[in-house]
């Protein structure tokens, strides 16, 4: 009398080959939204050549400072 192989190695086997198709398509599809970010990004030397924060003078009607607003630095652009 065979005895009767159990179908339990087959369908993990497939379901293995399935789980690592999935994870497959998934690192695929993060790479290609990640190549896609990063070409929509300016980049670094751009952002360095900018112009940095600075401090907003606030005037009254009559041409008088009232109040001046910044940040972490005091910063007041001169003109060379």
Do not use: F
């Not at 339990?8 to 497959?24: E, S, T």
């Not at 907003?56 to 007041?76: C, Q």
Request: charge should be positive; glycine fraction near 10%.
């Amino acid at each position: 009398m065979a005895r009767r192989r159990s179908a339990w190695p087959r369908w993990l086997g497939l379901a293995a080959i399935v789980v690592v198709l999935l994870l497959l398509g998934l690192a695929v599809a993060l790479g290609i939204a990640t190549l896609g970010l990063a070409s929509r990004t300016p980049s670094l030397t751009g952002l360095m050549r900018g112009v940095p924060a600075q401090t907003t003078v606030i005037y009254d009607s009559a041409g008088h400072s009232i109040a001046e607003l910044h940040g972490a630095i005091d910063r007041v652009i001169v003109p060379a």
